[in-house]
């Protein structure tokens, strides 16, 4: 944990405002977030952060480098790796790595591409691009551990007006396997050929965004089976900015699974932005999200955040925001986290 703590700092002190172009046509660039987090409830919440009443320094610990090289007027390609929170710095996950080959308005592109499922699906590990410190776990940590797929996906746009931009994305995904926690468990997660669209409407500082994904998907454990269902996930999202405040708001369902949103308001100002942020989850249980914090902007690439939460949940074993299963004794069905966090680009 030090040794991941000096590293990211040296990143922030040294590397921050570096710029990495390492000939005309290819570029370095990448990303990370460090946190002091704190809950005060002894089972840990949050999958994959595990935060509980002890400080934790890198409980969002993420650094993800981005490798892009335009070889021709049409044709280019884009490799992305992160250290996810969850993952060890020596077994990062490969995020994406395509080609893609445009000819006027229509893009393909071929290879790991990101799942295009939310509005901030292109910078998910982003914690700068977005208002709050991490992005809304209601509707973005509910696809258990799908972040990506191999595939082809074609990309046309069309221009509606001077102001209007549409994006018609329909896209094939070979199968997969992923390998997701559950209440300190691990699970398999195994799809098949998949097929997904997704919609997007530009309007002047609008964006209205739809998604789309069917295959057949089996949860496994120690390779038996344990389901098969058909999934079927439909995702729709919305996001205004007007004068200097941002409003974004989300939403996630699988039919008989789930169905999670969230809303979010931000106000940008070229220091101190404070952000609120309220969000629900519906899967067997019905369990609730309060979010309050503002974010210090360092410099256009650093952003520093403090921000708290209050999770609520029903008094269940296994009631969704806390990671352990909690049998016997009280359970806790609420919680406080607090967090300080500072996020980077370069």
Same mark, same amino acid.
Not at 4 to 15: A, D, E, Q, Y
Not at 147 to 166: C, K
Not at 170 to 199: R, V
Not at 298 to 325: C, H, M, Q
């Given at each position: 944990?030090?040794?991941?703590?000096?590293?990211?700092?040296?990143?922030?002190?040294?590397?921050?405002?570096?710029?990495?172009?390492?000939?005309?046509?290819?570029?370095?660039?990448?990303?990370?977030?460090?946190?002091?987090?704190?809950?005060?409830?002894?089972?840990?919440?949050?999958?994959?952060?595990?935060?509980?009443?002890?400080?934790?320094?890198?409980?969002?610990?993420?650094?993800?480098?981005?490798?892009?090289?335009?070889?021709?007027?049409?044709?280019?390609?884009?490799?992305? =790796?992160?250290?996810?929170?969850?993952?060890?710095?020596?077994?990062?996950?490969?995020?994406?790595?395509?080609?893609?080959?445009?000819?006027?308005?229509?893009?393909?592109?071929?290879? @790991?591409?990101?799942?295009?499922?939310?509005?901030?699906?292109?910078?998910?590990?982003?914690?700068?691009?977005?208002?709050?410190?991490?992005?809304?776990?209601?509707?973005?940590?509910?696809?258990?551990?799908?972040?990506?797929?191999?595939?082809?996906?074609?990309?046309?746009?069309?221009?509606?007006?001077?102001?209007?931009?549409?994006?018609?994305?329909?896209?094939?995904?070979?199968?997969?396997?992923?390998?997701?926690?559950?209440?300190?468990?691990?699970?398999?997660?195994?799809?098949?050929?998949?097929?997904?669209?997704?919609?997007?409407?530009?309007?002047?500082?609008?964006?209205?965004?739809?998604?789309?994904?069917?295959?057949?998907?089996?949860?496994?454990?120690?390779?038996?089976?344990?389901?098969?269902?058909?999934?079927?996930?439909?995702?729709?999202?919305?996001?205004?900015?007007?004068?200097?405040?941002?409003?974004? =708001?989300?939403?996630?369902?699988?039919?008989?699974?789930?169905?999670?949103?969230?809303?979010?308001?931000?106000?940008?100002?070229?220091?101190?932005?404070?952000?609120?942020?309220?969000?629900?989850?519906?899967?067997?249980?019905?369990?609730?999200?309060?979010?309050?914090?503002?974010?210090?902007?360092?410099?256009?690439?650093?952003?520093?955040?403090?921000?708290?939460?209050?999770? @609520?949940?029903?008094?269940?074993?296994?009631?969704?925001?806390?990671?352990?299963?909690?049998?016997?004794?009280?359970?806790?069905?609420?919680?406080?986290?607090?967090?300080?966090?500072?996020?980077?680009?370069?």
């Amino acid at each position: 944990m030090k040794k991941s703590m000096i590293f990211l700092l040296f990143f922030v002190c040294f590397n921050a405002f570096a710029q990495y172009n390492l000939s005309e046509s290819v570029r370095l660039s990448g990303f990370g977030t460090l946190s002091i987090s704190r809950s005060d409830t002894a089972v840990p919440v949050l999958t994959y952060r595990d935060i509980k009443n002890e400080t934790c320094y890198d409980c969002d610990t993420t650094l993800g480098l981005q490798g892009d090289w335009l070889i021709s007027d049409t044709l280019r390609s884009s490799v992305q =790796v992160v250290k996810r929170p969850q993952d060890h710095f020596s077994d990062p996950e490969l995020e994406w790595a395509y080609l893609a080959y445009t000819k006027g308005d229509l893009t393909t592109k071929v290879g @790991r591409q990101r799942l295009p499922f939310f509005l901030s699906s292109e910078y998910y590990y982003v914690s700068a691009a977005y208002p709050w410190a991490r992005a809304p776990h209601n509707v973005y940590d509910n696809v258990q551990g799908m972040t990506h797929y191999d595939g082809v996906a074609l990309e046309q746009q069309f221009w509606l007006s001077d102001q209007t931009q549409v994006k018609i994305s329909p896209y094939l995904a070979t199968e997969d396997k992923n390998d997701f926690e559950l209440y300190g468990q691990e699970f398999g997660f195994e799809t098949t050929t998949g097929k997904g669209l997704t919609i997007d409407l530009y309007k002047d500082e609008n964006q209205l965004h739809f998604s789309y994904f069917s295959a057949t998907a089996d949860n496994t454990r120690n390779g038996h089976l344990l389901v098969r269902r058909k999934l079927n996930l439909v995702s729709l999202g919305f996001k205004t900015i007007y004068d200097n405040f941002s409003l974004s =708001v989300e939403g996630l369902y699988q039919k008989n699974l789930l169905s999670n949103w969230y809303i979010g308001l931000a106000q940008e100002q070229e220091e101190f932005s404070p952000y609120i942020q309220y969000g629900e989850g519906h899967e067997n249980y019905k369990n609730r999200s309060y979010l309050a914090g503002v974010r210090y902007n360092v410099s256009p690439k650093v952003k520093l955040n403090l921000e708290w939460e209050y999770i @609520r949940a029903p008094k269940t074993p296994a009631n969704g925001f806390f990671s352990d299963v909690q049998l016997g004794g009280a359970i806790d069905g609420d919680s406080n986290i607090v967090s300080l966090s500072l996020s980077f680009l370069f």
